[in-house]
């Protein structure tokens, strides 16, 4: 089992950056695969970015590679999201999740644990 809390969200304009921040529970947190999805309002959960346990092997989505970087530090439980160059497309609640697995997929359906979310918003 792994709690996931995120945090690091808010209002930010058009070309700024954020860096958001998901603190896991447990003491396997190195062997899980951590990615972050994200949903805006009155569109479906889709995939944002995504780190192998071995820290190795991204894989990003295509509206947000070279703006975002996902990173982990597995001595603070941490997986992190920084966000540049943001639009405001890119608004939206931001999820954390994570799978016993090597490679991180695309899929929800992969991932056993989410957090709560956290909200972004970019203005224009």
């Known amino acids: 089992q792994v709690q996931l809390v995120e945090s690091g969200g808010g209002l930010v304009q058009a070309g700024g950056s954020l860096r958001l921040s998901c603190a896991a529970s447990g003491r396997t947190f190195s062997r899980y695969t951590m990615a972050w999805f994200r949903q805006a309002p009155g569109k479906e959960r889709e995939f944002v970015a995504g780190?192998?346990?071995?820290?190795?092997?991204?894989n990003y989505a295509d509206s947000v590679k070279g703006r975002f970087t996902i990173s982990r530090e597995n001595a603070k439980n941490t997986v992190y999201l920084q966000m540049n160059s943001l639009k405001p497309e890119d608004t939206a609640v931001y999820y954390c999740?994570?799978?016993?697995?090597?490679?991180?997929?695309?899929?929800?359906?992969?991932?056993?644990?989410w957090g709560q979310g956290t909200q972004v918003t970019v203005s224009s």
């Open positions: 780190l192998s346990w071995s820290g190795d092997g991204t």
């Open positions: 999740a994570a799978d016993f697995a090597i490679i991180a997929g695309q899929s929800q359906g992969q991932y056993d644990y």
